[in-house]
Structures are given as C-alpha cells and as structure tokens.
C-alpha cells in the first residue's frame, strides 16, 4: 500500500499552523504539527523569512508528496489581506522551490471534509482532527486548522481524477 505524506498549512503573519500527515489507504496518522510563531516586535520582512525557513525545514524533514493550504478568504479590511496574501506566498514559494505540488481548499470545504459541516466552529475542527488522527490530546487552533486542511486534502485523493483539486 502506497503511503502518501502531507503538508498541511493555514498561513498567517504572526502565527502559521502547520502539519504533515502520512496516509496509507484509510488510515492517517500526524507525523508533526504544531505553529510558527512570530513575535508582534518582529519586522514583516522578518515573519515572512521565519515562515519561509520553518516550511522549508518541514519539507526537508519530512518529504512531503503534496502540500494542502487554506485559500485566501475575503478579507474587509485590504491591509490584512494583503498581508495574508504575502504569507501564503512565501508558503508557495517555498514549496514550488521544493516542486512541492500545493493544492488550495477553502475554508468551508475543510470544514466540510473534516467535520461534515462547513460551518463548524473551530472547537469542532480541533476534537474531530484529534479523533481522525487519535492523537492523545487536542491541538492548539492554528495546528488544528493545519492537520485539517491535510485531511482534507487526503479525502480529496480519493475521489475520481476528474473530481479532484488540481494544484494552485
């Protein structure tokens, strides 16, 4: 059986959700997750770098086959998707550096996928992550928001070739 790994991001300045899990037909397991973390003092030139190198650690680590990030969500505020926007494509380019394929699900279709409900709340997100990996306790939000964005993205491997997410 064919075991397939998984990065799983949900990008942000100050406080990135990342994962990877490896799937072997139906079952999951989280190999790592946890945030990147940067300080409110720290420059956004400064975040980006640490996002850059923390993803680009996570790939070298772990050998990921595709990479899962949540999509850009409208934002009412321009400043901070922009600023979203810079962060994600750090996350890309990491990734593309690496010929890392990255695929984009909204967040909506995580929820749906992880939880059944695209309106979950992020509490629901985090105990149903714990109960598909069985892992011991539940992850903090952000790393939450990470393994579920894999999960989906695992879910999404299964369906048909012609109902696939094709990468971004």
């Known amino acids: 059986m064919n075991k397939v790994r998984i990065l ?12 990877v899990i490896e799937v072997s037909g139906q ?13 409110p003092s720290l420059p956004h030139t400064g975040c980006l770098a640490a996002i850059h190198q923390e993803i680009d ?8 086959d595709e990479a899962a990030i949540e999509g850009a969500f409208f934002a009412k505020n321009a ?37 059944g409900a695209g309106a979950a709340t992020k509490e629901q997100v985090a105990k149903m992550v714990m109960r598909l990996l069985g892992l011991a306790e539940q992850s903090q939000e952000d790393a939450a928001d990470a393994l579920a964005a894999a999960i989906c993205h695992a879910h999404q491997r299964g369906l048909p070739e012609a109902l696939r997410s094709k990468p971004v």
Request: hydrophobic share 40%; net charge positive.
């Open 57 to 64: 650690k996570l790939i070298t680590e772990f050998s990921p």
């Open 79 to 115: 400043k901070t998707a922009m600023i979203l926007g810079q962060a994600r494509g750090v996350v890309l380019a990491a990734c593309a550096l690496r010929s890392l394929p990255v695929y984009e699900y909204s967040p909506r279709s995580i929820k749906q996928a992880t939880v």
């Open 27 to 39: 079952k999951m397991r989280a190999l790592a997750y946890g945030r990147i973390q940067n300080k």
């Open 8 to 19: 799983g991001v949900d990008t942000s300045l100050r406080s990135s959700g990342v994962a």
